[in-house]
């Protein structure tokens, strides 16, 4: 397999990452300049370039975006910047005036291996936002419920999670993507 590098900070991402792909894909933390957008595209494309002009090798970058129906799309990919100044309960206080709870979570996986053609992989998953519920997990796991489902993502095992959520739709895009063209 190409040597493949995972530009994250964030072990939980990077287990769920290697849990799905199935395969050992080294990581790397690197401080990249995030762009500042609502949608995660301009966000993925910003990451992918900065991490390949750094290590000139193949790199897989990740963001995700939380699009509130009620707030017309908002945070967005701004949800770990939410996350970190408001608190989940912040999040939940923000929508609770709204009749609308339903948020579309996203995940983008970025690859490149020339710092030139991108390619982005997306997962989306359908739900709404409760209370915090849940002790495993990470991010708005506790606050997120996916549509059909009765528990939080924080409130489901490593496996139920990766089999429904938006991280791990968007590698199994990325995984076939990597088997249909002999890379991984």
């Not at 912040?90 to 609770?96: F, Q, S, T």
Request: aromatic share 8%; glycine share 10%; with cysteine.
């Amino acid at each position: 397999m190409k040597e493949i590098t995972f530009i994250t900070g964030n072990e939980h991402k990077l287990r769920e990452a290697i849990e799905i792909l199935g395969v050992n894909i080294q990581q790397k933390s690197i401080d990249l300049p995030e762009i500042q957008s609502v949608e995660l595209k301009p966000v993925i494309e910003a990451k992918l370039k900065g991490a390949y002009e750094i290590l000139q090798k193949p790199v897989i970058v990740e963001d995700v975006g939380f699009f509130s129906e009620s707030l017309n799309g908002l945070p967005g990919a701004l949800i770990k910047w939410f996350i970190e100044t408001l608190g989940r309960d912040g999040i939940v206080k923000i929508l609770e005036p709204f009749d609308n709870k339903k948020v579309t979570v996203v995940c983008a996986v970025g690859y490149t291996e020339d710092g030139e053609t991108i390619h982005v992989f997306e997962g989306k998953v359908n739900g709404i936002v409760v209370p915090k519920r849940g002790e495993s997990g990470f991010g708005f796991d506790p606050i997120f419920e996916p549509e059909g489902h009765s528990k939080t993502f924080a409130e489901m095992s490593a496996e139920e999670k990766n089999a429904i959520s938006h991280r791990g739709r968007a590698f199994e895009k990325f995984k076939e993507f990597l088997e249909k063209n002999n890379i991984g």
